[in-house]
């Protein structure tokens, strides 16, 4: 296992969208793929389409993709073509993988999405049965370490330990571990980031007077996230 720290800054590199983590994270997945020609892909989570940017950047070819996100506003940006087919359903409700029939050799993808499972055990029991293939990139608890130790808070996501517990339940994989830091010049640009981005999940743990104080305490410049990337074959897939 390998833990690299790749660094960004958004402010030498004019970013202009919040996301530059994320898709940063989606090329990387998609880059480890083993093969460059499927059937049928799966995208778990899809968002506004950075996994499909990168198999289209990598050629790697398929036959039919299916996007599922639970936001519609998602969906909407997420690029279309004929080969494309958009599910709006939530990976937390048994109806969604009730009404998913895959065929046999559909790869899975899912990229900084899985770390929101409610139930990551009755999420990725679901998954291992639709499909033997699979490649996973999920957000852990070290994610916002600092940040989190400053503001004396606990991670609303799963820890690494927990990740790693889970998935060997129902898949034999292969984990690497990631680091990245995303550098900013003042720490109210830091907070703005994380507002916008979506890394939080949508959690708000601090109140305005908490915000106001890790503001003045916080002792970075930069932010951390860590990655668990995941190559998972199906202990429980059956094809019957």
């Known amino acids: 296992m390998s833990n690299v720290i790749q660094e960004f800054s958004r402010f030498a590199h004019e970013y202009d969208t919040y996301n530059v983590i994320q898709a940063e994270v989606a090329k990387l997945l998609v880059e ?8 049928t892909i799966i995208d778990i989570g899809c968002g506004s389409g950075e996994v499909y940017k990168n198999l289209e950047k990598n050629k790697v070819a398929f036959d039919h993709l ?16 004929e080969k494309i087919e958009k599910r709006c ?8 993988f009730e009404e998913l029939s895959l065929p046999p050799k559909t790869l899975v993808l899912s990229s900084s999405a899985l770390q929101w499972s409610q139930n990551l055990d009755f ?5 291992s049965k639709r499909s033997h293939h699979a490649y996973f990139a999920i957000f852990t608890s070290n994610t ?3 940040l989190h130790e400053t ?11 927990v990740l790693k517990e889970t ?20 720490v109210r640009e830091m907070f703005n980031y994380i507002k916008k981005s979506g890394v939080s999940g949508g959690e708000k743990q601090l109140t305005y007077k908490q915000t ?6 916080y002792p970075l410049d930069y932010l951390e996230f860590e990655v668990l990337f995941v190559k998972a074959a199906s202990f429980t897939f059956s094809a019957s």
Not at 74 to 80: D, G
Not at 151 to 161: E, F, K, V
Not at 171 to 183: S, T
């Open 32 to 39: 480890k793929l083993s093969s460059s020609d499927y059937a």
């Open 66 to 81: 299916m996007v599922l996100d639970s936001s519609k506003e998602m969906l909407a940006i997420h690029p279309s073509s």
């Open 89 to 96: 359903a939530d990976f937390n409700r048994i109806q969604t």
């Open 123 to 127: 999420t990725l029991s679901e998954i």
């Open 144 to 146: 916002f370490k600092t």
């Open 151 to 161: 503001a004396n808070i606990t991670s609303p996501i799963y820890s690494t330990a």
């Open 167 to 186: 998935i060997e339940k129902y898949y034999h994989a292969e984990f690497e571990l990631k680091e990245y830091r995303l550098y900013f010049e003042t």
């Open 212 to 217: 106001k104080q890790v503001m003045k305490s």
